[in-house]
């Protein structure tokens, strides 16, 4: 018999979104945290920019939402974008209060600037803020009595009022993977937040930890949330180019305190792509690099900063630094290689203000969620500070909501999960496959650079690999890599979607056959599933909308 575990709020995923909203209700409300692996495992953690926020003398709050909208291409929400800048300085105050301390220059913070930015505002902690910020985060998390942490637990789907044939509807809890046991557990609870991150592990390269595979989005959809600007998909220009390193960034804040890009011949190139050179925004930078690496045949080009004293990148970079000098490479003193690699999913679970999604009593935050803050491109060090500003309006939001009436109103519970119709695999090897394959046609069709032609191979490729993970899902106990991949593969599907639905080039999303932005911009929407496919193994109901993409 499957474990039943009932709660206030079940948040799914540990890194800064799902902490800082847990932190944010605990005092009055039970929460339950989900991790994968351990609590600081996730993305949060590996972050080495900072936090961008007005706090110079010289910046204004209207230039960092210029800034912000120039990086978007014309689908930035100008209101949410003014919501989320104008609430930096009571979260970041938050973020001190509970105990974080930025790098300070004599009395003041130090700022550092990265790509897009038209002043220094990007408060840090050396080059590991994320790492600062997720300690602090997790040790007040632990220290709470109100907050359980279950580690080693992949949710499996969310379980919704009109899935069991109630109404209204709304979400009731969720399935979950224990790793350990090897088991499902269920969890009721009347609010979901989900903070799984994003899903850049849907290719081949990149600077995301092996969890990013898209679990909130895929699991929204399927419960018939609608998601919007998939095809956005953000490569961070430098990861660096190692055989044993192959998802380490090199902070764009190092280009913020000339690091120089250059060809394999030492030559600098930005300036013919763009006026600001190496402080162009992250699309343009990768889409320089790529076209480089193309034009010469080359593996990677090469970022410099050692015409800065050694002592100034060990101060300011010591993480990076530190590694290079594990795998041999040294800053100090010579260029380093580096390639662009997928990084952040600016597209994702569509939400209001109170991150609330399509359906009541499920909630978005962090990369999971799209608010409409980044459009086509996210600003370099804008994340974290959407992280802590919607963690803090989603907890608001559930806590306005607990005591109403609507609130306490008795639920259905989610039935027990049903493995009586499936047999352990004897075929891992077909998981393995299927994850090599799309995660590498993923790179080669729907990267950096993009035609109609590779769209539709792309296209055909997933829809087999759907049907096979489809078969594979009703006939097997589910795993962890099963999980993963089922998300991984319906996340491919819906970026590809929203791709082809964009007869354009804008922002993150570069197509060969589209080159030039059209005259209006339209966020990509893919509506709710109804594929007859998606059924839950508890052979529950799926919603009844069509699935429907707006125009682009």
């Not at 010591?318 to 490479?329: F, K, M, N, Y």
């Not at 039935?415 to 790179?443: C, G, I, K, Y």
Request: contains cysteine; proline residues 5%.
């Amino acid at each position: 018999m499957a474990q039943r575990h009932r709660t206030d709020v079940l948040i799914i995923g540990s890194g800064a979104a799902g902490l800082a909203t847990a932190l944010r209700l605990a005092d009055t409300m039970r929460v339950t945290v989900l991790s994968k692996d351990a609590i600081r495992g996730g993305a949060t953690n590996r972050a080495q920019g900072g936090i961008a926020a007005v706090t110079a003398p010289d910046d204004t709050l209207e230039a960092h939402v210029a800034d912000t909208m120039a990086a978007g291409a014309g689908l930035c929400d100008e209101e949410v974008v003014r919501f989320t800048i104008g609430r930096a300085p009571s979260v970041i105050e938050h973020l001190v209060g509970l105990g974080l301390r930025f790098d300070h220059d004599g009395g003041s913070p130090h700022l550092t600037r990265e790509g897009g930015h038209s002043h220094r505002r990007v408060l840090h902690v050396a080059d590991a803020t994320g790492a600062a910020i997720a300690k602090t985060l997790s040790a007040r998390t632990a220290a709470h009595p109100n907050i359980e942490v279950r580690t080693g637990r992949v949710a499996i789907d969310l379980v919704t009022a009109s899935k069991l044939g109630s109404a209204p509807n709304r979400v009731v809890g969720a399935y979950v993977y224990d790793s350990g046991a090897d088991a499902v557990e269920v969890v009721e609870a009347p609010f979901v937040v989900l903070a799984t991150g994003g899903a850049s592990k849907v290719y081949l390269y990149t600077s995301n930890p092996d969890s990013a595979t898209g679990d909130g989005i895929a699991m929204a959809w399927r419960a018939g949330c609608r998601v919007a600007n998939m095809e956005f998909n953000q490569f961070h220009p430098t990861c660096l180019f190692h055989p044993a390193a192959r998802s380490f960034l090199i902070s764009e804040s190092l280009r913020g305190e000339g690091g120089r890009l250059l060809l394999p011949n030492g030559e600098r190139f930005m300036e013919r792509f763009d006026s600001r050179g190496e402080l162009a925004s992250r699309d343009v930078v990768a889409r320089a690099i790529d076209h480089e690496m193309k034009r010469l045949g080359a593996d990677c080009v090469y970022l410099d900063i050692s015409h800065r004293s050694a002592d100034f990148v060990q101060a300011h970079f010591p993480t990076i630094l530190a590694r290079c000098l594990e795998l041999g490479l040294d800053p100090r003193r010579q260029p380093v290689p580096v390639v662009p690699a997928a990084h952040y999913t600016c597209g994702g679970v569509i939400v209001d203000r109170a991150s609330r999604t399509d359906v009541p009593g499920l909630y978005a935050v962090g990369e999971t969620a799209n608010t409409g803050l980044h459009g086509a491109n996210r600003l370099a060090s804008n994340s974290l500070l959407e992280c802590l500003v919607f963690a803090e309006s989603a907890a608001a939001d559930i806590a306005s909501r607990a005591n109403t009436s609507a609130g306490r109103r008795t639920r259905p519970s989610p039935p027990a999960w049903d493995e009586s119709r499936v047999a352990d695999s004897d075929e891992q090897v077909v998981l393995a496959h299927n994850w090599t394959e799309l995660r590498r046609f993923m790179w080669d069709y729907v990267g950096i650079v993009r035609t109609d032609k590779r769209l539709q191979r792309a296209r055909h490729r997933i829809d087999l690999l759907q049907r096979e993970i489809h078969d594979y899902y009703s006939c097997h106990r589910v795993s962890a890599d099963l999980i993963e991949m089922r998300n991984l593969v319906r996340v491919a599907d819906l970026i590809v979607r929203s791709a082809t639905a964009r007869k354009e080039s804008r922002g993150l999303h570069y197509t060969l056959d589209h080159p030039r932005p059209a005259g209006q911009a339209v966020p990509s929407i893919v509506g709710p599933a109804s594929d007859p496919l998606e059924v839950l193994q508890p052979t529950l109901g799926v919603p009844s909308a069509r699935n429907t993409i707006a125009a682009s």
